[in-house]
C-alpha cells in the first residue's frame, strides 16, 4: 500500500508542474533556506508591482512643477578660483581723480577704454562702462553713476556673507549694491530691469522706499519697506545723509537672500530658482545719481 502522502505530492506536481529553469529544483538539501528566501523576496515583488498604479507618475510626485532644489556646489559650476578665505578691502591708499559725471553718462568707448587703463581702484576692482568711481578719504565713491556700477573681479561662492559700510551725502539716500551678478553689465536702459543679481536699495527713489529686487529692481517680485519718518520701526527710516549703515548681505542655504542693516533684518528674499553659480558669482556697488561711498569691505565664505 501506498504512502498517502506521497500519492498527494505526486498529484499535486502533476496539476502544478515546476517549471524546468526553477533554481530550487532537485534542489539539495542544504540549499532549502536560500530558496525559501528567494521565493518570498519574489512575493514582496509582485505585491509592490501590483501596488503601483499604471501609467507614468505626475510631476508633482516629485515636488513642485519646475522647481529647482536648492543651489549647492554639487550642482551648480563654480569658478575655480572662487573665494575660499575671507577676503577684506579698507581702500586706505590715495585719493584718486575721477571723470566728470557727464562725460561717463555718454558710456563712450574712449572714456571707458582710459578708464580700464588707468584703473585708478586697483586689480580687484572694475567699473562697467564708467569712470566715475575713485578712492576718496579712503572709501569708494562714485557720484551720476545711472546705473553704471563697481564690481569686485574675485568670484564669491554661493553661500556666502557681505558686509560693508555706505554713505549717501544727499538727502535722496539711494543705497545700492549688487549680490551675485555678473561682474560686467551695467544698465542698457534708464529703467535698470535686466540687472545680473540681487540688488538692496536703501532709500531708494528718492528716500522713499528700501528694496530688495532680483534682477529688476522694478519688478513685481521686489521685496520691499515704505519708507515713513514717523515710524516707530527703525526699518522704516529714511536715509540720514552723512551716516554710515553697516550693510550684511547673506545666503546660507543656496537660495535664501537676507539682508541686515545695522544688525537688523529688513529684507529677505527666498528664490526658488537661485543666481549661482558662474555668472552669478560677484558683487559691487551702483549709483544713480547723488554721490554715494563705501568701505570696510568683507566677504566671508559659509
Not at 582710459?114 to 566715475?132: K, S
Not at 545711472?146 to 551725502?169: C, K, M, Y
Not at 527710516?237 to 535664501?256: C, N
Amino acid at each position: 500500500m501506498s504512502d498517502p502522502r506521497t500519492s498527494r505530492f505526486a498529484n499535486a506536481k502533476a496539476h502544478h508542474p515546476l517549471p524546468a529553469t526553477s533554481a530550487c529544483t532537485a534542489r539539495p538539501a542544504s540549499t532549502g533556506s536560500a530558496c525559501r528566501s528567494l521565493a518570498r523576496g519574489a512575493l514582496v515583488a509582485a505585491v509592490a508591482a501590483a501596488c503601483v498604479p499604471a501609467g507614468n507618475s505626475p510631476a508633482t510626485d516629485s515636488g513642485a512643477p519646475g522647481a529647482p532644489g536648492p543651489a549647492t556646489t554639487a550642482r551648480v559650476k563654480q569658478a575655480p578660483n572662487v573665494l575660499r578665505t575671507v577676503f577684506e578691502e579698507h581702500f586706505d591708499r590715495p585719493t584718486t581723480p575721477s571723470s566728470s559725471a557727464s562725460a561717463a553718462a555718454t558710456g563712450s568707448a574712449a572714456a571707458s577704454g582710459e578708464a580700464a587703463r588707468a584703473n585708478p581702484l586697483g586689480p580687484n576692482w572694475y567699473q562697467a562702462q564708467t569712470n566715475v568711481w575713485h578712492i576718496e578719504n579712503g572709501k569708494l565713491c562714485g557720484e551720476g553713476a545711472h546705473n553704471h556700477g563697481v564690481w569686485l573681479q574675485r568670484p564669491i561662492p554661493i553661500n556666502a556673507r557681505i558686509e560693508f559700510d555706505a554713505t549717501s551725502d544727499s538727502p535722496d539716500g539711494d543705497l545700492k549694491a549688487e549680490i551675485w551678478g555678473d561682474g560686467q553689465s551695467a544698465a542698457t536702459a534708464q529703467s535698470y530691469t535686466n540687472a545680473t543679481s540681487y540688488l538692496t536699495i536703501l532709500g531708494g527713489w528718492k528716500n522713499t522706499e528700501h528694496v530688495l529686487a532680483r534682477i529688476n529692481e522694478h519688478g513685481p517680485d521686489r521685496k520691499e519697506i515704505r519708507v515713513d519718518p514717523k515710524s516707530d520701526d527703525p526699518r522704516q527710516r529714511p536715509v540720514t545723509p552723512g551716516q554710515s549703515y553697516h550693510f550684511k548681505i547673506e545666503r546660507s542655504d543656496g537660495k535664501t537672500v537676507h539682508w541686515s542693516v545695522n544688525g537688523i533684518e529688513y529684507l529677505a528674499f527666498p528664490d526658488s530658482a537661485p543666481l549661482a553659480g558662474i555668472g552669478h558669482d560677484h558683487f559691487g556697488f551702483n549709483d544713480w545719481e547723488v554721490k554715494v561711498c563705501f568701505d570696510n569691505i568683507k566677504v566671508t565664505p559659509l
